[in-house]
């Protein structure tokens, strides 16, 4: 038996215990990529904005400046609440 054989082996017998514990905590692993594509989507913008001269200060400045709030009037029988939304 080679190094090489004997390497791969191994790498192959990893991914098929890696997918049977992807298996097994299915919900982990969809939680732990959704956090994976959540910091690189924030970090892709961050550097799309560095990149391209909009300051992260000044997009969040621009954000809280465009914030408004919505009236959502309950209708009418059901107890006459309101409330807002953002």
């Known amino acids: 038996m080679t190094t090489a054989l004997a390497i791969r082996s191994i790498l192959e017998l990893a991914a098929i215990l890696l997918l049977l514990y992807g298996i097994y905590k299915e919900e982990k692993l969809i939680a732990f ?3 994976v594509w959540r910091i690189l989507f924030v ?3 961050r550097y799309k ?13 621009e954000e809280e400046k465009n914030f408004k709030l919505y009236d959502n009037t309950a209708p009418k029988g059901h107890g006459g609440k309101t409330g807002f939304v953002a």
Request: glycine residues 6%; positive net charge; hydrophobic residues 20%.
């Open 33 to 35: 990529e959704q956090k």
């Open 43 to 45: 970090n892709y913008r």
């Open 49 to 61: 904005r560095k990149k391209y001269g909009m300051p992260l200060k000044k997009a969040k400045a």
